[in-house]
């Protein structure tokens, strides 16, 4: 089923979600869904189970489009380069509990965007390759490396079960410049905030900036 997207302005999106202990009927449904919903949206590259009101540790990658993304950063930097074939089996990947295990110094600034925050866009700086582990739909341990967009993409969804996003992530002057735009949109959506069951939890994150590093989720 393809679910709603809560937006910006929704205190699910300030929370840090749980970890799945076992996998359930629930958790499967909430896979397909989630899989579904980022499939259906053409601008969608990932979402995660916050995004839907489920505040759980969970995300899927819609890995062929964040591929062919690649592909054409790729062509944009190199006129000589030549597009490779997406090679996964699956063009959805699903991150269930997910830890980065190590990031390369290297880092790189690219723009972002998010569903939950519809006409908001801007630069974030982040490394271009780290190695993850996760639980994929069959409750089955995984370790992988990452590179480039799709590892932008993981960094991204992963934020999102920090109660993080990427606005948290700009350059202070750019984000001040988008005060009154991030305030606009709560105004927008408050009413359509509204349709999602209500949210309960104290485990909340304090504040806008998160400074705990890429993969310090104490």
């Known amino acids: 089923m393809i679910r709603e997207i809560v937006k910006f302005g929704h205190p699910v999106l300030r929370a840090k979600a749980k970890e799945?202990?076992?996998?359930?009927?629930?958790?499967?449904?909430?896979?397909?869904?989630?899989?579904?919903?980022?499939?259906?949206?053409?601008?969608?590259?990932?979402?995660?189970?916050?995004?839907?009101?489920?505040?759980?540790?969970?995300?899927?990658?819609?890995?062929?489009?964040?591929?062919?993304?690649?592909?054409?950063?790729?062509?944009?930097?190199?006129?000589?380069?030549?597009?490779?074939?997406?090679s996964e089996k699956k063009n959805i990947g699903v991150y269930i509990n997910p830890k980065i295990l190590s990031f390369s110094e290297e880092e790189w600034t690219y723009p972002e965007g998010c569903l939950s925050?519809?006409?908001?866009?801007?630069?974030?700086?982040?490394?271009?390759?780290?190695?993850?582990?996760?639980?994929?739909?069959?409750?089955?341990?995984?370790?992988?490396?990452?590179v480039g967009y799709e590892a932008r993409v993981f960094l991204h969804e992963n934020d999102h079960l920090n109660g993080v996003l990427f606005i948290d992530r700009l350059d202070k002057k750019e984000r001040k410049k988008m005060?009154?735009?991030?305030?606009?949109?709560?105004?927008?959506?408050?009413?359509?905030?509204?349709?999602?069951?209500?949210?309960?939890t104290s485990d909340f994150i304090d504040g806008f900036i998160f400074d705990n590093g890429w993969y310090d989720e104490s």
């Open 20 to 86: 799945i202990d076992t996998l359930t009927n629930r958790i499967t449904t909430l896979i397909a869904d989630l899989s579904e919903t980022v499939d259906a949206d053409s601008n969608g590259v990932g979402v995660c189970a916050p995004q839907v009101n489920e505040s759980l540790r969970i995300f899927v990658i819609h890995q062929e489009r964040a591929h062919e993304v690649m592909q054409s950063i790729l062509k944009y930097e190199q006129e000589d380069y030549e597009p490779k074939a997406f």
């Open 117 to 146: 925050t519809p006409t908001l866009y801007g630069d974030v700086t982040r490394p271009w390759e780290i190695e993850v582990e996760a639980l994929d739909e069959d409750f089955k341990p995984f370790k992988k490396t990452l």
């Open 179 to 200: 005060t009154n735009a991030m305030q606009e949109l709560k105004k927008k959506f408050k009413e359509y905030n509204k349709q999602f069951a209500s949210f309960k």
